[in-house]
């Protein structure tokens, strides 16, 4: 049975910094590409920032320069750093797996809310 569990969201000021944590089970995750998506109140879920089994990146232009994503394979882990939050970025954030657009898995989600 899959599961990709997150942690690290909370309530954070305007500048401020969090680490999101996903840790993975049941899939073989070395080779899984990992995302980060988020999801505001009345929005569509978007990406935020993805890493591939080789560990190339890419990033959301909104995120780019504020947010880091990596990835440790011995623990099964995808980390999200997001710095100099501001109150748009406020959202459930979601981690995703992905292999060959086949088996695709997602988290359960945790809230992000950045305000003063």
């Known amino acids: 049975q899959v599961q990709l569990v997150e942690s690290g969201g909370g309530l954070v000021q305007p500048g401020g910094s969090l680490r999101l944590s996903c840790a993975a089970s049941?899939?073989?995750?070395?080779?899984?590409?990992m995302g980060w998506y988020r999801q505001a109140p009345g929005k569509q879920r978007e990406l935020v920032a993805a890493i591939t089994s080789g560990g190339s990146t890419n990033y959301s232009d909104s995120v780019k320069g504020r947010f880091t994503i990596t990835r440790d394979n011995a623990k099964r882990t995808v980390y999200l750093q997001l710095n100099s939050l501001k109150p748009e970025d406020t959202a459930v954030y979601y981690c995703?797996?992905?292999?060959?657009?086949?088996?695709?898995?997602w988290g359960q989600g945790t809230q992000v809310t950045v305000s003063s």
């Open positions: 995703n797996a992905d292999y060959a657009a086949i088996f695709h898995y």
């Open positions: 049941g899939l073989r995750f070395s080779i899984y590409a």
